[in-house]
């Protein structure tokens, strides 16, 4: 049975990568699909992948989706896309939110417009639509909100500090802490209607992406070091589709879940190897 038989989702940053493999996931398990980035057309942006190509490979298939091309930085472009959502399918009742942003600059050199914009796309548009479509879940009486976080989110720990490397990941890592505390606080609120999972999960090893290539976190799409993007698919229907009990509130990892749920047999990485952030562990 497909296990998102019946369902509307909105997929951000569906493009490429991990909100493509979701997106494609998804309809393949019977959802209607809203993709959403800003990238309509092969193109528009200097990495392979777009909306047209993951809304064309979705329907050659058999399945259902429709782009919609939005800048979720702002909210009204956020409302407009749930809008536009609504025009199509009607509802809302699934919301992944994993478009995210980010300037590997260390700190100190780091342009105030961008670090807004960065919080604007990984923090606040996961706040805006979330807020945008829970009446559609509450009224339903069932919903899903799946965030996605990074390994980034584990800080460095106190000091004094031996590795005196400038990565420039500090605001990756402090917006993806934020989405996690969010994840958890929001899904303590939802949790007086029933039915409704807020969650949040991040790759338990980085994913070969045009993404982590472009920015040299991986050698290649075929790095062996990393884990597919359908690693990720897989974990976030499952905390999509699961029963609301059993996954709200949960910050985990994308092998650790599917381990525990009983999805694959064995795993490895964050959340298996070694702990996660603070909040994977409430």
Avoid at 9 to 30: D, K, N, P, Y
Wanted: with cysteine; aromatic share 6%; net charge positive.
């Amino acid at each position: 049975m497909h296990k998102m038989m019946g369902r509307i989702a909105i997929v951000t940053g569906a493009s490429r990568g991990i909100g493509q493999a979701i997106a494609e996931l998804f309809a393949a398990e019977g959802a209607r699909v809203v993709c959403v980035a800003r990238t309509l057309n092969e193109g528009d942006h200097q990495l392979k992948g777009s909306l047209a190509s993951t809304v064309s490979g979705i329907k050659a298939v058999g399945g259902e989706a429709t782009a919609v091309a939005a800048d979720i930085s702002s909210e009204a472009e956020c409302l407009r896309l749930v809008e536009a959502a609504r025009a199509v399918y009607g509802r809302v009742d699934t919301l992944v939110n994993n478009a995210a942003l980010n300037y590997y600059i260390p700190t100190a050199d780091y342009p105030t417009n961008r670090w807004i914009k960065a919080f604007a796309v990984n923090v606040h548009a996961p706040f805006i639509l979330s807020k945008a479509v829970l009446p559609d879940m509450v009224a339903a009486g069932r919903g899903a909100v799946v965030n996605i976080s990074s390994g980034s989110a584990i800080g460095p720990g106190r000091g004094p500090y031996k590795d005196q490397t400038v990565r420039g990941g500090v605001m990756y890592g402090a917006s993806k802490a934020a989405l996690e505390r969010f994840t958890q606080g929001l899904a303590q609120e939802v949790s007086q209607h029933g039915g409704i999972a807020v969650s949040c999960v991040s790759p338990s090893r980085t994913v070969p992406t045009p993404g982590t290539v472009y920015h040299k976190l991986m050698a290649s799409l075929d790095d062996p070091r990393g884990e597919p993007p359908t690693m990720m698919a897989r974990a976030v229907l499952l905390l999509a589709s699961e029963p609301a009990e059993k996954v709200n509130g949960r910050v985990t990892y994308s092998q650790q879940i599917l381990k525990e749920f009983g999805w694959i047999d064995a795993g490895a990485g964050r959340g298996i190897d070694t702990v996660g952030t603070g909040y994977s562990q409430i």
